[in-house]
């Protein structure tokens, strides 16, 4: 009984492999602006895929609030502190995917976390 509970443990992180392996690209497209949007809906039932693809609308929609603050006058530094900010998440969120790392950004990573899809 021991050896099949060894064996499902096994089978399970293969699958999990396989699963990061088939996302990766997906997974790093996903912090590029509206395509996060595209592939989290198309992508869902990949769990990496997902995870990353939330991380990355919650940076999109960062970004255009950086954007919508930089349009007001006296407060255009606070929007390019923001979207500075956010390409560094969506830099991080990039290459961590493509090393197959399940990272969780700060503070984009908790707001994504309440995405129910």
């Known amino acids: 009984?021991?050896?099949?509970?060894?064996?499902?443990?096994?089978?399970?992180?293969?699958?999990?492999?396989?699963?990061?392996?088939?996302?990766?690209?997906?997974?790093?497209?996903?912090y590029l602006w509206l395509l996060s949007v595209i592939i989290l809906f198309g992508k869902k039932e990949n769990k990496f895929v997902a995870f990353h693809a939330k991380q990355g609308v919650v940076l999109f929609g960062c970004i255009i609030v950086g954007?919508?603050?930089?349009?007001?006058?006296?407060?255009?530094?606070?929007?390019?502190?923001?979207?500075?900010?956010?390409?560094?998440?969506?830099?991080?969120?990039?290459?961590k995917s493509l090393a197959g790392?399940?990272?969780?950004?700060?503070?984009a990573g908790d707001l994504a976390e309440k995405i129910k899809i």
């Open 101 to 107: 790392e399940k990272y969780k950004i700060p503070l």
């Open 1 to 30: 009984m021991a050896k099949k509970k060894k064996g499902k443990k096994v089978e399970k992180k293969i699958e999990k492999g396989k699963e990061i392996e088939e996302g990766k690209v997906f997974a790093a497209l996903s």
């Open 67 to 95: 954007w919508v603050i930089c349009l007001i006058p006296y407060v255009r530094f606070l929007g390019w502190i923001v979207r500075i900010t956010c390409w560094a998440g969506m830099l991080i969120g990039i290459i």
